[in-house]
């Protein structure tokens, strides 16, 4: 059964008062259609995207410290994985864009055709702990580092949940890496691997790839999954597949516009709904990033958003 909206409640009543009454008012009628939000969220959910991307460099210790101190409800880290097989937050497969390492690893370049290129798999843990990750985005976060999983982890528990994406598993997967045992592992490991394991730190797994998240349920992850698509318009038919291996869907802005019906389809089905991303400077027709996310999540009816602005995530 949905949650219902009741944070003013949720402070002053134990918990299962609070539920017994949000039973009561749904079966006396007074909850609406815009009270709902589906499981595995409790309320609108606010995502911190790679951390507090706007005003800290992505993936960085100090992006997803920033998401924490601006209250975001969940934090997301997109995954790669090293040469020597360990997970850290990156989003690109290459560590071009967001590191110094054509500075620090001049001849390590992988060239095809006129472009060269730095994959992560190319490097160890310890090299790419040689790079800097934050000089890109502003000097003043120059000494930021890539960091692995685990410590993005630490950073996090207790304090928000956990939405890592497996991005490119099949690249990995070439190359004699598992990166879904190696999510689930860390995940154990750290006692975040079922649903309720930390109150404080729900984990979700999102991916792209359908065969990551087929792989996931098939190896029994507990954890709830969102799948990631862009805009193109999913049939109910397209959604009633993806519930064979997704608990949610996370589809990007353009998709929900062009068919905005899709919230409902995916509820009726029991899909969650996330939506990606929401940035200042990007807001289309809208004044401001907040004005964005509150018209996503009030008239169209989405569960969480992924947002680059976690500060700017509005509140009733
Ligand atoms: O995972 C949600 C959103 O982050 C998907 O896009 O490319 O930023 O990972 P991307
Ligand atoms: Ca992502």
Same mark, same amino acid.
């Given at each position: 059964m949905p949650w219902l909206r009741l944070s003013v409640m949720r402070t002053t009543l134990p918990e299962p008062a609070m539920r017994s009454l949000a039973i009561l008012l749904l079966v006396a009628g /007074? %909850? #609406?259609?815009?009270d709902k939000v589906l499981a @595995?969220?409790?309320? @609108?959910t606010n995502i911190a995207h790679r951390g507090a991307s706007a005003d800290a460099p992505e993936h960085t210790i100090a992006a997803y410290k920033l998401a924490l101190e601006y209250g975001a409800d969940y934090v997301e880290p997109d995954l790669q994985m090293t040469k020597d097989g360990v997970l850290v937050c990156l989003h690109? &497969? &290459? !560590?071009?864009? #967001? &590191?110094?390492v054509k500075v620090v690893f001049p001849k390590r370049g992988v060239t095809k055709g006129e472009r060269t290129t730095y994959p992560v798999?190319?490097?160890t843990l310890e090299e790419i702990q040689? !790079?800097? %990750?934050?000089s890109w985005k502003? %000097?003043?976060?120059?000494?930021e580092k890539v960091p692995t999983f685990q410590e993005m982890i630490d950073t996090v528990k207790g304090k928000a949940g956990i939405i890592p994406e497996t991005k490119a598993p099949e690249v990995y997967g070439k190359l004699g890496l598992d990166m879904e045992k190696a999510v689930m592992d860390i995940l154990e490991k750290n006692k !975040?691997?079922? @649903?309720?394991?930390d109150a404080k730190t729900p984990v979700i797994i999102q991916s792209f790839s359908a065969e990551s998240l087929k792989k996931l349920k098939k190896a029994k992850c507990k954890l709830p999954l969102a799948y990631l698509f862009m805009a193109g318009g999913s049939t109910k038919d397209e959604l009633k597949a993806m519930k064979e291996y997704a608990d949610g869907i996370a589809p990007n802005k353009a998709a929900i516009l062009k068919r905005p019906e899709l919230v409902k389809d995916a509820h009726d089905l029991g899909l969650s709904v996330t939506v990606w991303t929401f940035r200042s400077g990007q807001t289309?027709? /809208?004044?401001s990033v907040k004005d964005e996310m509150r018209h996503f999540l009030e008239?169209?009816?989405?569960d969480a958003v992924f947002t680059d602005n976690p500060d700017q995530f509005p509140k009733k």
């Open positions: /007074f %909850a #609406t259609a815009a @595995p969220y409790a309320k @609108p690109d &497969t &290459t !560590l071009d864009r #967001t &590191t110094n798999s190319e490097f040689k !790079l800097d %990750a934050g502003d %000097a003043k976060f120059k000494g !975040l691997d079922a @649903p309720g394991a289309d027709k /809208f004044e008239e169209l009816k989405v």
